[in-house]
């Protein structure tokens, strides 16, 4: 036995070089095999490789893109179910305010319409009435304007479920831009990704000495391998839970505390998911883009329809019977639909001028961050854990499988050097 022993000692100083170089490589080897799993995640943006027939056959598209409209109804759900609901995103905009935000952009938008709508159903009878009345006509309706739209918008906010999906704004913007979604988790988890990388290298530097000590022991080629294989999943495995566990924290041997970091970060965590939401998703523009254009915006139209129709009813009373009479009843009504689609048409353009009041008054970043304060643990991990639990057996695998290989690679280039 002391033979044993003296022959390892040996050996061990003749090739101390070499052999000191294995945790070195273990810990090179978690290092690498974390940056490309977390790269794995999120690029590319979409596939690369080979197609069969014109689907995917053989290549890799990131994780998070690949499966971009469930991240997105994942991350969504969180959003407007805990976070924020449609009401609040509506309700603290101000109708009368936004009416005079939008006066001089509007009266002129309402100019235009008048005379084209005019001119277009009654051609002769408008260019033949004389430049005063025309004046007197269009300044009757750019008055009314502006109290129209506010009566829109208050139709909007009294019943602003069944005219504003948020889910659907939020979910479509980031399947339409993968590099948002991306950005999403990245920002919020950018420490926690800088966290499984630089542990690669700890756990894999530690896993190495005892692989050291194994080899200079056996010396079965077998170890190397096996030893990588191990680093490549243990790490990663480990990793993500640290990240996330324990959910309190907690001490350890009575010598050291951890809580999960993400949980941990929440303050910060927090601010910058916030930040990203605000500057980027639920923003004034695309809340106005929503309502206006998107699955409920036939329902907005009904009711500018019928703001269109009032206000018709109420400053040509009098002469309605002989506008009738004059265009027709069909093509009086094909009027109202035409006004009202002009003023549809017109309105992202000239909404754009409330946008820095909106973005004040909606207040979403501030907003975000109460909300996401008082969210338990389990819901807050719920911000980041689905980029990591889609397919994640898959960069655990490729972790292992990397580490695998770079295990062999080690064992040859170890016996080379040593016999």
């Not at 502006?146 to 019943?159: F, L, T």
Request: aromatic letters at 10%.
């Amino acid at each position: 036995m002391d033979e044993y022993l003296r022959g390892i000692a040996d050996d061990f100083l003749r090739y101390w070089a070499v052999y000191c170089s294995i945790p070195v490589v273990a810990a090179l080897i978690g290092y690498v095999t974390k940056l490309v799993a977390i790269r794995m995640m999120f690029q590319p943006l979409n596939f690369t490789g080979l197609r069969l027939r014109g689907k995917p056959f053989l290549g890799w598209q990131g994780i998070v893109p690949k499966r971009a409209a469930r991240m997105a109804s994942i991350a969504c759900d969180t959003m407007t179910q805990q976070l924020v609901t449609p009401r609040e995103v509506v309700e603290r905009l101000d109708p009368e305010r936004i009416a005079k935000e939008i006066e001089r952009p509007l009266l002129a938008a309402t100019e235009e319409i008048v005379t084209d709508i005019a001119a277009e159903y009654q051609p002769g009878l408008w260019e033949a009435l004389p430049e005063r009345v025309r004046r007197l006509v269009v300044r009757r309706v750019q008055a009314e304007a502006p109290k129209m739209v506010a009566a829109v918008m208050d139709a909007i906010k009294n019943d602003v479920e069944s005219v504003f999906d948020l889910k659907d704004m939020v979910v479509t913007s980031l399947v339409k831009d993968k590099a948002l979604l991306n950005r999403i988790f990245q920002e919020a988890g950018h420490k926690e990704f800088r966290f499984i990388a630089r542990s690669g290298l700890l756990f894999g530097g530690q896993i190495g000495i005892v692989q050291m000590v194994v080899w200079l022991a056996f010396r079965v080629p077998l170890i190397m391998p096996l030893f990588g294989l191990f680093i490549g999943w243990f790490t990663d495995w480990l990793a993500l839970k640290m990240i996330f566990r324990p959910k309190e924290p907690t001490r350890y041997l009575g010598l050291f505390e951890w809580q999960g970091l993400f949980i941990k970060r929440r303050a910060e965590v927090s601010e910058a998911y916030a930040e990203l939401i605000a500057r980027e998703i639920i923003t004034p523009h695309n809340v106005i883009e929503a309502v206006l254009r998107g699955p409920f915006s036939d329902k907005v139209v009904t009711l500018i329809q019928r703001q269109v129709d009032a206000e018709l009813a109420k400053q040509t009373s009098f002469a309605k019977p002989l506008v009738v009479m004059a265009i027709g009843s069909r093509r009086y009504q094909e009027m109202k639909a035409r006004i009202a689609d002009q003023v549809m048409a017109r309105l992202p353009e000239t909404l754009h001028y409330i946008e820095d009041y909106a973005e004040d008054a909606m207040d979403i970043r501030n907003t975000l961050v109460s909300k996401m304060k008082q969210l338990d643990a389990d819901e807050f991990e719920g911000l980041l854990r689905p980029a990591f639990q889609q397919d994640e057996w898959i960069l655990i695998l490729t972790g292992a499988l990397l580490g695998a290989a770079c295990g062999e690679l080690q064992v040859q280039l170890v016996l080379h050097l040593t016999t």
